[in-house]
């Protein structure tokens, strides 16, 4: 299984921290979205042209570089891939593992950081680095922390007009799918691949960012667990569910080893399944499926196809 996860990015894991061991929901404390805004207000006008940004998440770097402050990122974890321009910014290890001697000679002005990494904001407060923290694990979040950094570093207006494309394309698919039957969505976030079988899968849970994306798109998650974010089933599990429709999520790596059609072949073991018989198993590996930054609404447009049977 870890080898699975570590191929993924970072973001990966974090949205899969409950299959790395904390697989119970917890209770944690969340960062105020209205506390995001008003700390970024009364701190803009620190923020120069010179300032030195360290983003220390992969959705946190792809909402600077979506807002032209690329320039000013001048470290970053090994995890920020995208925009490809982040290859050549210095890395500072990874989530859970910043290197804080590098952070500390990067000299930057400000590090920005999920307010779900505690102990790294913790540490990055003890050496006197100045922390942003902000909350990605939602729709609502995720929208906040773009005005957030946007008026941050002013560039709100940039910030605004992203915030009005997203919102005009998720209305789009709200419009999409209103008219359409709701069908029962189960996505596979992590399994071995290739085997001719199905076992030992993770699903998305309930309460979940991936749960707010089925049900934005038009349809219900067919896990109803609502104690564990990302629950293992088996085959026989899975045709208990019977979902209408499966997403499996599968890393790069994985699917260039084998094929597409190798992949999809695995589920046909269990061809009673709704989703199995009636072909409607789609396997995605882009990147951004795991990362819960500006790029969801690609996500989301994704699954609103698939539901609405529009051709993928």
Request: hydrophobic residues 40%.
């Amino acid at each position: 299984m870890n080898r699975v996860i570590c191929i993924f990015s970072i973001s990966f894991i974090v949205l899969c921290a409950s299959i790395a061991g904390q697989r119970y929901v917890k209770k944690r404390k969340r960062i105020s979205l209205n506390n995001q805004l008003d700390y970024a207000q009364s701190n803009k006008n620190i923020m120069n042209s010179d300032v030195k940004i360290v983003s220390v998440s992969p959705s946190i770097t792809e909402i600077l570089f979506a807002l032209d402050l690329g320039e000013k990122v001048v470290g970053v974890t090994r995890f920020c891939t995208y925009p490809p321009e982040t290859c050549v910014i210095p890395k500072i290890g990874g989530y859970y593992d910043l290197n804080y001697e590098v952070i500390v000679a990067l000299e930057p002005d400000i590090a920005i950081i999920r307010s779900d990494n505690e102990h790294g904001e913790k540490e990055l407060r003890r050496l006197g680095l100045k922390c942003v923290t902000v909350d990605n694990e939602t729709i609502e979040g995720i929208l906040a922390s773009i005005k957030t950094i946007g008026t941050l570093f002013n560039v709100l207006e940039k910030a605004e007009l992203m915030l009005e494309d997203i919102n005009r394309r998720i209305k789009a698919v709200k419009q999409k799918v209103a008219a359409k039957s709701t069908p029962s969505v189960m996505i596979s976030v992590e399994r071995s691949q290739g085997s001719g079988m199905i076992k030992n899968v993770f699903v998305a849970g309930k309460e979940g960012f991936y749960d707010e994306m089925i049900n934005l798109a038009g349809g219900k998650n067919a896990c109803v667990n609502e104690k564990i974010k990302f629950p293992k089933y088996s085959s026989e599990g899975i045709l208990k569910l019977n979902p209408q429709i499966i997403i499996d999520l599968v890393p790069d790596s994985e699917k260039e080893k084998g094929n597409v059609n190798k992949i999809l072949a695995d589920w046909n073991c269990i061809e009673e399944v709704d989703a199995v018989k009636n072909k409607r198993v789609y396997v995605f590996s882009q990147d951004y499926f795991v990362i819960p930054g500006p790029r969801f609404i690609l996500i989301l447009e994704k699954i609103a196809n698939i539901i609405s049977g529009a051709k993928e």
